[in-house]
């Protein structure tokens, strides 16, 4: 849940003064306000830039958990700045559009998800990080696609499993794992736009680049890949592969950081099956701009609020999954 009071009191931004320099304000209010601000690998390059720490969702809540800063600024989707609040329950955490939502979090509301768990007793939930508070208070363990993997294979093999929201990230560690756990229907939009045949076309004109894939994609277009992965682990393959081209089926914020990260390589985005653009963007975190980020510092909103009992169930299987992450060596 987001709070909504500072429209009731009034709250109105001054124009920003024509030429100032955002990043640098960004900075200086970070500092005297002692802020952090956490940015995902698919915003855009400038917020990555003024970060003081840019990472996927796994990282980005170790570093919410680990954190000294009074304010916390989540330049990404909503449910990551409730996972931030969860973890952080006496940290202002901000958000600098409340627009920004997640079509994967979407996909399971909560009440149907209640009712699809309460209709299998005997089964353990995991859900995907991608999903609102209420749907992780819910769970018995929170999973990322850096960490989903090695945390169903913690279970033993007989014990019944419910995964959700993502259909094709569960389906691709039901193929990894041989388990068969029971899977939630849901997708994220970015991710499902990805078709064999784009790839099998953009391959014909590159035939020596690597294909990297997001699990969160079909299938049929995980099966095409070379490599599949979650952001991070796309990004470190990227970093040690001998390849020099690569074709990424993923949010194409991610080019960012890879070609800073491998200047001397070449990162191709796979374009969305339904449109002819060059690369495949999630329309949401495209709403965290450098104007925003600024407003959302000085004036401190718009701010992300949880509700105590929902926090008080969610935040036990985030622990969790964080715990196991730091057995499994997932995290630092």
Not at 176 to 201: P, Q, Y
Not at 202 to 219: S, T
Request: net charge negative; hydrophobic share 40%; glycine share 4%.
């Amino acid at each position: 849940m987001v709070k909504q009071e500072w429209k009731d009191a009034g709250y109105v931004t001054e124009p920003i003064p024509a030429g100032l320099d955002l990043a640098a304000e960004i900075r200086r209010l970070c500092k005297e306000k002692n802020a952090v601000v956490l940015a995902h690998y698919y915003t855009i390059g400038a917020i990555q830039d003024v970060a003081d720490f840019v990472g996927d969702s796994l990282a980005l809540a170790q570093k919410a958990s680990r954190t000294d800063a009074d304010i916390i600024v989540m330049c990404g989707v909503n449910f990551m700045a409730e996972t931030d609040k969860i973890l952080c329950p006496d940290k202002k955490v901000l958000l600098p559009d409340l627009g920004s939502h997640c079509s994967l979090a979407e996909s399971c509301p909560a009440d149907q998800f209640e009712a699809f768990v309460k209709a299998h007793p005997g089964y353990k939930v995991l859900s995907y990080v991608n999903t609102t508070a209420a749907v992780k208070a819910l769970t018995d363990i929170v999973v990322t696609s850096g960490n989903a993997r090695e945390i169903v294979e913690s279970f033993p093999p007989d014990q019944k499993l419910i995964f959700g929201p993502d259909y094709n990230l569960g389906a691709y560690i039901n193929s990894v794992t041989g388990r068969n756990m029971l899977l939630w229907h849901g997708a994220c939009d970015v991710h499902e736009r990805f078709s064999v045949e784009k790839i099998v076309a953009l391959k014909a004109q590159h035939p020596n680049a690597e294909i990297l894939a997001h699990p969160e994609c079909k299938g049929a277009v995980l099966k095409a890949a070379d490599y599949v992965g979650s952001t991070a682990a796309l990004l470190r393959h990227a970093k040690e592969s001998d390849c020099r081209e690569f074709l990424v089926a993923t949010e194409s914020g991610i080019l960012h950081e890879m070609q800073k990260s491998c200047p001397d390589k070449t990162f191709i985005p796979v374009p969305p099956d339904d449109s002819t653009c060059a690369c495949n963007e999630c329309s949401y975190m495209r709403l965290n701009t450098m104007a925003k980020l600024y407003n959302c510092l000085k004036y401190e909103w718009p701010e992300i609020s949880v509700s105590r009992e929902t926090a008080a169930k969610a935040v036990k299987p985030i622990e969790r999954m964080l715990e196991i992450s730091r057995k499994l060596n997932l995290v630092k």
